[in-house]
């Protein structure tokens, strides 16, 4: 009698290791699915099918980093969680700590907001006839702030010029062609803009936010674009640093915002740079 009360003693305990086991491997396996079914984060240049009914605005801000200006553009979009790019100046990310903080925000927020290139110097510090005569010199300097940066895409703005290059497709003036087709050929997509939203005194916004907004029109109505139904957009950072600036920057992405026609977009999905 007692031999058989130790046996099944010995059974029961045989069972519970064995249930126990098999409760282990359940929920290994669940938490490996929950792993595996997370959504990854895209990387910057990643597919993107444009939806041939929408018309896409590409807003693609200067000089950053330029703190005020460039963190409250970042918290201006944020906020309305709108998509923009931020085309980067290499000397302007060297001078500081918060400066280098201010882009590895921007190169981390991706897919919201994408880092790119405006090169090392501006230019030789807006030097343009100088620069695009040294073409050597101007690779070299965008390769620079490609390094210093880690700029994730191979795309770049000329400095002063309305440049665009693309798979052997180079249209702009013609003191920078050289450069522009250079970069073509090394894989590099340049960008120029559709409309300039400019300013005077060295950072007053030029035209009101309305006043975007009708070019922004005319042009689409015209088919006066780059590429149809994509419009690209260029301001510089230091431009909304102040009020009632900041709020014209509000101002106009609600004007955008109103027309369910129009998508915000980072310039990595342009049409014929990013990869499909």
């Known amino acids: 009698m007692n031999s058989k009360i130790i046996v099944f ?88 700590p918060r400066r280098r903080r201010i882009i590895d925000t921007i190169r981390n927020g991706y897919p919201q907001f994408l880092l790119a290139n405006h090169s090392y110097s501006h230019g030789f510090r807006d030097n343009y006839n100088t620069f695009y005569k040294l073409t050597d010199s101007a690779i070299a300097d965008f390769q620079k702030a490609e390094k210093l940066m880690d700029i994730p895409v191979k795309i770049i703005r000329l400095p002063g010029r309305n440049s665009w290059a693309n798979n052997g497709v180079v249209s702009g003036p013609k003191t920078s062609e050289k450069v522009a087709r250079k970069l073509d050929s090394l894989g590099y997509k340049v960008i120029g803009w559709d409309i300039e939203w400019g300013f005077i005194r060295g950072n007053i916004p030029k035209e009101s936010p309305t006043q975007i907004m009708k070019l922004i029109n005319s042009k689409f109505e015209s088919e006066y674009t780059q590429e149809p139904n994509a419009m690209v957009i260029l301001a510089h950072d230091r431009m909304f640093a102040k009020q009632p600036y900041t709020d014209s920057l509000r101002k106009l992405i609600s004007l955008i915002k109103a027309d369910s026609r129009f998508v915000f977009e980072t310039i990595d999905h342009y049409p014929g740079i990013g990869k499909r």
């Not at 201006?76 to 931020?86: I, L, P, R, S």
């Open 9 to 96: 003693a010995a059974f029961l305990g045989s069972f519970f290791i064995s249930s126990c086991g098999n409760k282990q491997e359940k929920t290994g396996t669940s938490a490996d699915s929950t792993k595996s079914s997370a959504i990854k984060k895209p990387a910057p240049g990643s597919s993107l099918t444009l939806d041939p009914n929408k018309k896409y605005i590409f807003l693609t801000w200067d000089d950053s980093p330029q703190p005020p200006g460039t963190t409250i553009c970042y918290n201006v979009f944020k906020e309305e969680g709108v998509k923009a790019t931020f085309f980067s100046v290499g000397m302007h990310y060297d001078i500081e």
